[in-house]
């Protein structure tokens, strides 16, 4: 039995961006178990086991740098520039990408019983994130092979994993949104991030962004700084001049509180479309 | 429920309903993607019907009464329970509910194959709002009511659908709710598992709760209800005694043959 009797009073709501993080804090339980299940669930069947979870990232850049240290030999330390930017664009896209499929899979309970509306969205970037964290040492190891040094400034990655983290929140959120009312954008959406992919610094050395329209291709792309400050922390090793991180911070917390208001805005129709 | 329906909800109100409306706008055609969208809207031809689902329900039930609601498919039955559920905010009207309302959830519905029982639980349970040390305090409890045995530590895909069936039901009812919601004639598991599901809705019927049911079944209301409300294409055709409305709704059957 519950101590205090709950009462659900329709004419008594805030803002629903607002009740949105109530509702979240105490659901709180729940956002725990989903990303337990999204980890452990997906590795469960297989011997290795969350293992996996650093054997895969390991394989996919060793491919890459193997392939691509060919066709890009001359620029400098080029192994280590396309690790990170892969990694990063890695969690950046799959995350948001399997947002869609969670909200697909959540909208049969949406139908049926109260949930926080986020709760779906909020734990597959959260588990992504543990993902990344682990992610982080194959890269680490490969950086040891390669000879590329292991550098201080490393230890200042806890505070980019806040804008990482906000920035795909913010983004998964938003097509969330457009996905609930037309769902062909789920298929629309894959096209969509490997455009952006090769607009954004991630395989290609920068100098060959830098040439396009002076550069403003980089600047208006949020990616960029993304990927650029990642970059600066684990690849160059020193730290960040304070502008690198105010227009970092600005854009992924815009682009999460933008997320946030559209999304719970909307989420209380959700339920009125199939 | 009282003759009088008053503007605010009262000390002994359980479920408050004032003026709520229910609308649902559906395109002139069915637009599903994106692409279509774009071109119906250069060419400017989206035009919405309005569909009210409900329409200006009024409603003022106490606690501890048993409510029956009638009408026939489509009448909104199902929109009313989700209203009150919270699944549905209306635009229009508010909504007073007071108490943790026994979930609407589909029997097995949020449940993970690859996870085991136990972990299926817990997942299961938090889905429904509960946090984890209530879940902890009544795990044996679901346990031994859904009669898996040893099967808990297994993975939810080597159950037999009654197993599945059952464990849904442990969870869904291991809480005593304030307002129970009975939407369907029960079929889970086998008869003996029926009987104890029975027993388990009438200890919470004695102990108290709201009882709302919702049934196909006249018999069934005339049997268990006090007060029943009678939908008619999303409005309230009747409300009062059951007797009364009952035989109004079946005599408006008569009629039409």
């Known amino acids: 039995m519950k101590n205090t009797t ?28 989903l990303v337990r299940r999204d980890i452990v669930a997906r590795y469960k069947r297989s011997i290795l086991g969350v293992a996996w979870t650093m054997l895969n990232p390991l394989g996919t850049m060793l491919i890459m740098v193997i392939v691509f240290s060919q066709v890009f030999s001359a620029t400098e330390n080029y192994a280590g520039y396309v690790l990170t930017g892969v990694i990063v664009w890695t969690m950046f896209s799959q995350s948001t990408n399997m947002s869609l499929s969670s909200m697909v ?34 890269l ?41 009312f037309f769902p062909d954008v789920a298929d629309l959406y894959p096209v969509l991030l ?29 990616m960029y700084y993304l990927v650029n400050l990642f970059r600066i922390l684990a690849l160059d090793g020193f730290i960040p001049h304070i502008q690198t991180w105010a227009a970092t911070a600005l854009v992924s917390f815009g682009v999460l509180i933008i997320g946030w208001f559209v999304f719970c805005s909307k989420a209380d129709t959700f339920a009125y479309h199939v | 429920m009282s003759n009088t329906i008053s503007i605010e909800p009262q000390i002994d109100s359980a479920i408050f309903l004032d003026n709520v409306s229910i609308r649902y706008q559906l395109p002139n055609e069915v637009i599903r993607t994106f692409k279509e969208y774009m071109i119906k809207r250069v060419q400017g031809h989206i035009r919405h019907n309005t569909f009210w689902a409900l329409k200006q329900i009024n409603l003022d039930i106490k606690q501890g009464e048993i409510f029956g609601i009638v009408g026939r498919n489509g009448a909104g039955k199902s929109t009313l329970l989700k209203v009150i559920s919270k699944v549905l905010i209306p635009a ?52 031994a009511f859904a009669e898996v045995g040893e099967f808990i530590e297994a993975p939810l895909r080597t159950y037999s659908s009654g197993m599945y069936a059952r464990l849904g039901f442990a969870v869904a009812s291991a809480w005593q709710p304030d307002i129970l919601i009975i939407d ?74």
Not at chain 1, 8 to 31: T, V
Not at chain 2, 203 to 225: K, M, Y
Request: charged share 20%; with cysteine.
């Open chain 1, 194 to 222: 490997t455009a952006w992919m090769y607009l954004s610094p991630i395989i290609m050395p920068l100098d060959f962004y830098r040439k396009i329209l002076n550069g403003l291709l980089l600047y208006i792309n949020p």
């Open chain 1, 105 to 138: 899979w959540g909208s049969q309970l949406f139908h049926q019983i109260y949930l926080p509306r986020t709760s779906f969205v909020l734990s597959t970037i959260l588990a992504s994130m543990v993902n990344f964290i682990l992610s982080l040492v194959p």
């Open chain 2, 92 to 143: 229009e009207g508010r909504v007073w509910v007071k108490g943790y309302i026994s979930p609407l959830l589909q029997v097995g519905a949020g449940f993970h194959t690859e996870l085991t029982g136990k972990e299926n639980i817990y997942l299961n349970g938090t889905l429904l709002g509960h946090s984890q040390n209530e879940i902890e305090e009544k795990l044996d409890e679901i346990i």
């Open chain 2, 184 to 257: 369907e004639v029960l079929s889970v598991g086998d008869l003996a598992f029926q009987e104890k599901c029975y027993e388990r809705i009438a200890s919470f019927r004695n102990s108290g709760a709201t009882v709302l049911i919702v049934s196909l079944s006249i018999d069934q209301i005339r049997s268990l209800c006090q007060h029943t409300l009678w939908l008619d294409h999303g409005e309230v055709r009747m409300m009062g005694k059951t007797e009364s409305v009952c035989d109004a709704y079946q005599d408006s059957f008569e009629k039409k043959k």
């Open chain 1, 6 to 33: 709950m009462i659900y009073d329709s004419a008594k709501r805030k803002h629903p961006a607002i009740e949105e993080l109530f509702a979240l804090y105490q659901y709180r339980d729940l956002i725990y178990q």
């Open chain 1, 140 to 180: 680490g190891f490969i950086f040891i092979v390669t000879r590329i040094p292991l550098r201080p400034s490393m230890l200042l990655l806890p505070i980019y994993l806040i804008f990482l983290f906000s920035f795909s929140l913010g983004v998964a959120l938003l097509i969330s949104t457009i996905a609930v």
